[in-house]
Structure formats: C-alpha cells, structure tokens
C-alpha cells in the first residue's frame, strides 16, 4: 500500500519547523489536530 504525499509538505516543512521551534521552546507537549498525510508530524518529531 502506497502512503499519501503531498509536495506542498515537503516545501513548506523546515519553514513551518522554525517558527514552531519558536514557538514552542519552553514547552513539552503538543496537540496535533488534523494532520492530514502526516509527513508534518513525522519530519518536526
């Protein structure tokens, strides 16, 4: 079974991973709502 991709997550992942690195720097959890193929949630984990 092939796993969904989107190109649009490939380009826009080290952008979105500095600002939530910001973001959430003094912080431990984080709750993820509609991840879509997931790739986001992989690659900032």
């Keep these: 079974m092939e796993k969904p991709f989107s190109p649009a997550c490939e380009r826009n992942r080290e952008p979105i991973l500095a600002v939530l690195r ?24």
């Design 22 to 45: 910001e973001w959430f720097a003094d912080r431990r959890h984080v709750l993820e709502i509609g991840s879509g193929t997931g790739q986001h949630a992989v690659h900032f984990a």
